[in-house]
């Protein structure tokens, strides 16, 4: 089917940089990265960096100017580089895809485990 896997995560300090990776594969007829959510324990998935439509990214009040999103230039590889990291972007961060398997079906969403972020102070 589908697998995506998200990896880069890891322990670092407050103030440092880290680039998370997104790839996403499999048998389909076509396949879209939409971007990157966070979910922290306790609390509500979140978008945290997305593709928009016209060339256009999306990102939540939170990460904005810290956090970038982009491609490689194929739509299965995406990676966010988060810089000046906070204690408050701990976090499992977790990317989002959508596929079809023919041109006939809707687009259904696929996760995957997601990678851990955890910025010490």
């Known amino acids: 089917q589908v697998q995506v896997v998200e990896s880069g995560g890891g322990v670092v300090q407050a103030g440092s940089s880290r680039r998370l990776t997104c790839v996403a594969s499999g048998r389909t007829f076509a396949m879209r990265v939409i971007g990157w959510y966070r979910q922290a324990p306790g ?5 945290v960096a997305t593709f928009g439509t016209g060339g256009r990214t999306n990102y939540a009040d939170s990460v904005k ?3 970038t999103i982009s491609g490689d230039g194929a739509e299965n590889t995406v990676f966010l580089q988060m810089d000046r990291l906070q204690p408050e972007d701990t976090s499992v961060y977790y990317c989002k895809t959508q596929a079809k398997f023919d041109h006939r079906d809707p ?3 696929f996760w995957g485990r997601g990678t851990q972020v955890a910025v010490a102070s």
């Open 43 to 47: 609390t509500q998935r979140e978008m």
């Open 65 to 67: 100017g810290r956090f």
């Open 107 to 109: 687009w259904y969403t």
